[in-house]
């Protein structure tokens, strides 16, 4: 649905956001909260969190985002942005991955269920 070829693994988080993406050796690695993975549901939360965390594995498959080792540094569409300096809901790759769990909740809400999902 999100056009992704490249393999995507799924692994405890690290940090504390209850997701993030690292890439690594081709693919890539949604690190996810433990207690969302512990609890296996399917909620709206965890929907819209995979859209959002599979969202940022397309902008950098489609070159548009990338980031230092470190994390500190990101790339987006050509220009460096220091990631200590910027809000997590400013920075314009968040912005647009927040744009397509709407764009695609439905959609996925849909496949899952086999039913036309109302709203
Ligand atoms: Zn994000």
């Given at each position: 649905?999100l056009?992704?070829?490249?393999?995507?693994?799924i692994?405890p988080?690290?940090?504390d956001?209850?997701?993030?993406?690292?890439?690594?050796?081709g693919g890539y690695i949604?690190?996810i909260?433990?207690?969302?993975?512990?609890?296996d549901?399917?909620?709206d939360?965890?929907?819209?969190?995979?859209?959002?965390?599979?969202w940022?594995?397309?902008?950098?498959e489609d070159g548009?985002?990338s980031?230092?080792?470190?994390?500190?540094?990101?790339?987006?569409?050509?220009v460096?942005f220091?990631?200590t300096?910027?809000k997590h809901?400013?920075?314009?790759?968040?912005?647009?991955?927040?744009?397509?769990e709407?764009v695609?909740?439905?959609?996925v809400?849909?496949q899952?269920?086999?039913?036309?999902?109302?709203g």
């Open positions: 649905m056009d992704i070829s490249a393999p995507v693994s692994f988080r690290k940090s956001y209850p997701g993030y993406v690292e890439k690594k050796d949604l690190f909260d433990p207690t969302i993975l512990k609890k549901e399917l909620t939360f965890v929907v819209n969190l995979f859209i959002h965390e599979l940022h594995v397309r902008q950098m548009r985002l980031s230092n080792s470190a994390q500190t540094v990101a790339v987006w569409e050509g460096h220091a990631m300096v910027m809901e400013q920075r314009p790759w968040e912005i647009e991955a927040y744009r397509m709407d695609y909740f439905r959609q809400k849909e899952m269920t086999g039913n036309n999902y109302p």
